[in-house]
């Protein structure tokens, strides 16, 4: 199965600034998909992003808070926009499982101060 | 839609004894079934899958889950607890859409007593 270097780890931010997740997967994958996983909660999908086109966004998330860029088939980043306490959670990157299950990062701990 | 319902959000359980997390799902169509382990600090690892074939699947550390469609059931088990089990454990239902969209539970965490 893939790799997932996801970076950073862990991150300290004031509000109103902006942070960039970066995923690094070890082979190409059409498909990665952006989750937040907020505290003490389960995950919930954030966007999909296929290389060459725009992110498709999930209901309650839009592209002006979360841009996404998918410059190629192994590297994807999501942008956590003016942020605020609320953005506070674990981010999640994942390569598409096609019914094998997904690979995950190991996840980006933000806190938003 | 489909939707995944895990029952209970905390397990506690004695070490060596047996663990059972419990798992619902519903779907319009065959589903793919997963369970995922998170550790502290870390992302989520994949224990097991079910997607056709046989309902009884075996997965890594010891853990195994039945498919039980006529009880739209994935219950996850392990004979003995180890310490080393202790985590949030997410149950996680994936349909093919023009593309699989997986849903996942809210996770159970699991704590072992010595």
């Known amino acids: 199965s893939a790799v997932i270097s996801q970076k950073p780890s862990r991150d300290i931010c004031q509000r109103g600034t902006s942070l960039t997740i970066q995923c690094q997967v070890d082979s190409q994958v059409t498909m990665m998909f952006w989750y937040r996983q907020q505290p003490g909660q389960s995950l919930t999908l954030i966007a999909t992003?296929?290389?060459?086109?725009?992110?498709?966004?999930e209901s309650g998330f839009v592209i002006d808070k979360f841009p996404i860029s998918r410059p190629n088939l192994t590297f994807s980043t999501l942008t956590v926009s003016n942020m605020s306490p609320e953005d506070s959670s674990i981010y999640l990157c994942?390569?598409?499982?096609?019914?094998?299950?997904?690979?995950f990062g190991s996840g980006t701990r933000l806190t938003v101060v | 839609a489909q939707s995944v319902t895990q029952l209970g959000s905390h397990v506690s359980v004695s070490e060596g004894a047996l663990v059972l997390l419990r798992c619902n799902y519903s779907?319009?169509?065959?589903?793919?079934l997963f369970w995922y382990v998170q550790y502290p600090n870390q992302g989520l690892q994949l224990l097991l899958k079910y997607t056709t074939g046989a309902t009884l699947v075996k997965g890594i550390n010891g853990f195994e889950a039945e498919f039980k469609k006529s009880e739209t059931s994935f219950h996850l088990t392990k004979p003995s607890a180890h310490m080393s089990d202790a985590a949030e454990y997410f149950c996680?239902?994936?349909?093919?859409?023009?593309?699989?969209?997986?849903?996942f539970g809210a996770g159970t965490r699991l704590f072992v007593k010595a």
């Open positions: 992003a296929n290389q060459g086109s725009e992110a498709t966004y």
């Open positions: 994942s390569v598409e499982g096609t019914g094998d299950g997904y690979t």
């Open positions: 779907s319009s169509v065959p589903p793919y």
């Open positions: 996680a239902v994936s349909v093919s859409t023009g593309g699989f969209k997986t849903i």
